[in-house]
């Protein structure tokens, strides 16, 4: 089966420019999530979709950073304007939605603001 | 709140050394546990769960964890690593219903050829 898929792999951007980040789930999977990971650390729950509907967005920094999944397959992260911190792989991962199905995780994109 | 606990966070071996990470979790319900693995410039890899059943859990690659209820820890195993298992571990929680996943700070481990 195909991965989960993200774009780009890489982006470096200025401090307060914008910037967005896709990524299409494996198919089937229901439930989707955006994870922030900064290194040296586990990855931070950004956002969570179950199809096309937010389930958990507590951790999301909503002055800048959104989110969505309109057709409730892919979906896009956007961060405006971006600040330093924000310099990190965001992942996304995807699973069936069900109690005992597992995440799998694309490869990231790796942000560096500058 | 929920939390996972990962008592070291950087682990040196040498090759055929035998390998324990700690994970140690908060909650005292029904819980659901996750290994994964992130290799250097790859994604996250799920290496093994437990949802029930046999607390002892095979894995990927040799690996395998422990679940140990009256101590709260899911620690993983391996009897003999190899160069190539240099990689970051992350364990993780999930609590009865609630489907956010909880995650360790993980654990960078190198073996040294």
């Known amino acids: 089966e195909a991965g989960v898929a993200q774009s780009p792999r890489y982006k470096i951007i200025e401090k307060r420019q914008s910037v967005a980040f896709w990524c299409n789930p494996i198919?089937?999977?229901?439930?989707l999530y955006w994870y922030q990971q900064i290194l040296g650390q586990g990855p931070k729950l950004l956002i969570q979709?179950?199809?096309?509907?937010?389930?958990?967005d507590s951790q999301l920094p909503k002055d800048r950073f959104s989110a969505e999944r309109l057709k409730g397959v892919d979906s896009t992260l956007k961060i405006q304007p971006a600040k330093l911190e924000d310099s990190a792989v965001y992942l996304c991962?995807?699973?069936?939605?069900?109690?005992?199905?597992?995440?799998?995780f694309g490869n990231g994109t790796r942000l560096t603001v500058t | 709140a929920q939390s996972v606990s990962q008592h070291n966070h950087h682990v040196i071996l040498s090759e055929a050394a035998s390998l324990e990470l700690g994970c140690n979790y908060s909650?005292?319900?029904?819980?659901?546990l996750f290994w994964y693995v992130q290799y250097p410039g790859q994604h996250l890899q799920l290496l093994l769960k437990?949802?029930?059943?046999d607390p002892l859990v095979k894995g990927i690659k040799g690996f395998e964890a422990e679940f140990i209820k009256s101590k709260f820890s899911f620690n993983l195993r391996k009897p003999s690593v190899q160069w190539s298992d240099t990689a970051e571990y992350f364990c993780?929680?999930?609590?009865?219903?609630?489907?956010?996943?909880?995650w360790g700070l993980g654990t960078s481990l190198a073996v040294n050829p």
């Open positions: 198919s089937g999977h229901a439930t």
């Open positions: 991962a995807s699973s069936l939605g069900t109690q005992n199905s597992p995440l799998h």
């Open positions: 437990y949802f029930s059943g």
């Open positions: 993780a929680s999930i609590r009865g219903n609630n489907r956010k996943l909880i």
């Open positions: 909650y005292g319900g029904t819980v659901n």
């Open positions: 979709f179950q199809n096309n509907g937010v389930v958990d």
